[in-house]
């Protein structure tokens, strides 16, 4: 049974998207059968991955009973790796999802019978902490958290550990923290190091080693609908992806 990460935090511009989609490209890429779950109205992973993003079935046929997730399995450019693309409608479920009793278990539910399928599933959740990333958390083991490494770093990380010592209580108790991740840095300027720094210094045993720099082919790749390894597999970028890979995996 393969494991599932949720790639979260409530903060919007962190790096979820582009972390859950080049994580799990550097996942397949070693040999492991992937899946990538857009759980973002936006579906901007769905996109980064060279899928439209009114890609149907999506996830949110998937969690209406339309569709099953097996049915809603696409190929992306990455052989190793499937997806269930977000799905035009996705954008309504934060008000739907809530209307339908026991909600929170749909998505765990939904990818159960395909689970044994893949080694690893990661779920791209959307920046709130709204009914589609409780849902996404109920369904995860682990949890990576993308921090930037910016002024507001850590502004709402309490509020998000909060959020996920109530869902392991209440609705998950297998759910654990993997780590979290630092992404934009730029370590040639003063902020950047005194981020890192006082992130390390507050949660030591959660921050992953692996940093992931500012890097232009990393915002380019999603416009070619490509994982930026796929893109320029020698960017610092997606060298620093590949690094965190080995990372999660080892953890």
Known sequence: MGT????????????????AVNV???????????????VDPQANATVGLGLERTHAPGLYEVLTGESTAEEALAQTRVPELLMVPAGAGLAGANVELPRLEGFEGHLRES???IRDRFEYILLDCPPSLGPLTVSALVAADRVVVPVQTEYFALEGLAGLLETLALVQRELNPRLTVA???????????????????????????????????????????PSYGLPVTHHDPHSAGAEAYFELAKELVAR
Do not use: S
């Not at 799990?24 to 857009?38: R, S, Y």
């Open 24 to 38: 799990a490209a550097c996942i397949a890429e070693a040999g492991f059968q992937t899946l990538l779950v857009d």
């Open 111 to 113: 990818l159960a019978p």
């Open 179 to 221: 780590g979290m991740l630092l992404t934009m840095h730029d370590n040639r300027t003063r902020l950047g190091r005194d981020v890192e720094r006082e992130v390390r210094e507050h949660f030591p045993e959660l921050v992953f080693d692996t940093v992931i720099p500012r890097n232009v082919r990393v915002g380019e790749a």
């Open 4 to 19: 599932v990460y949720a790639i979260a935090n409530q903060k919007g511009g962190v790096g979820k998207t582009t972390t």
